[in-house]
């Protein structure tokens, strides 16, 4: 993801890279590099890891999102996927709108049960683990699917467990929405036209 900022004086890349199955080695599942250069002369002049930067910017788009298109009556949210993703966006929403109840659904209970209780006591807010993807999502103001973006996804969210309203948020492209969900939407904002074109 190169990016060059003339008015900063900014050049750089970040090398990115997301393996589903890394989890089996003890390994994060996103990983890479940010690399900043002089914009006169081409330079590294920082190489860092990337992985705070990607959690922050992918949960800010989240809380733009929140904070614009969704309903200001917005007050539940499930999270699809509690690992760092479903950690940074849920604090993101929380800084922009007021959650009353978070329904949390995750592959893994262990997982899910340790994001119920740091998140909770963290940020003060009620979080219930669901123990289904549609459990979570029914009756959901806002939802946010932070899974594993698959080559061969096998998506679950059903057209009939959406409200009216609801705001998506997949952050995993369609490895969890079946398509007659994600033809539901009367609006799609994306950050990358190109790329979901």
């Known amino acids: 993801m190169p990016a060059f900022i003339p008015?900063?004086?900014a050049a750089g890349m970040k090398w990115v890279s997301g393996f589903p199955e890394n989890y089996k080695r003890g390994l994060p599942y996103i990983t890479g590099l940010l690399i900043l250069n002089s914009p006169e002369t081409g330079v590294p002049l920082a190489v860092m890891d990337c992985t705070w930067?990607?959690?922050v910017r992918t949960a800010t788009a989240t809380a733009v999102a929140a904070k614009y298109p969704a309903r200001r009556d917005s007050h539940m949210v499930a999270i699809?996927?509690?690992g760092v993703q479903g950690r940074s966006n849920l604090q993101a929403l929380d800084a922009v709108i007021d959650i009353e109840l978070v329904k949390a659904y995750d592959i893994k209970d262990e997982i899910l049960a340790g994001y119920v209780q740091e998140m909770g006591a963290s940020l003060g807010i009620e979080i219930r683990?669901?123990?289904s993807p549609q459990e979570a999502?029914?009756?959901a103001d806002i939802v946010v699917t932070a899974t594993p973006i698959l080559k061969e996804p096998k998506?679950?969210?059903e057209a009939a467990w959406l409200k009216e309203g609801l705001l998506g948020v997949p952050l995993d492209f369609d490895s969890y929405w079946r398509p007659e969900a994600?033809?539901?939407?009367?609006k799609f904002c994306v950050d990358d036209t190109e790329q979901f074109t």
């Open 137 to 139: 999502i029914v009756d």
């Open 7 to 9: 008015k900063m004086g």
């Open 182 to 186: 994600l033809g539901l939407v009367d």
């Open 129 to 131: 683990p669901a123990p």
């Open 80 to 82: 699809i996927g509690c």
């Open 155 to 157: 998506p679950v969210i």
């Open 53 to 55: 930067i990607t959690e």
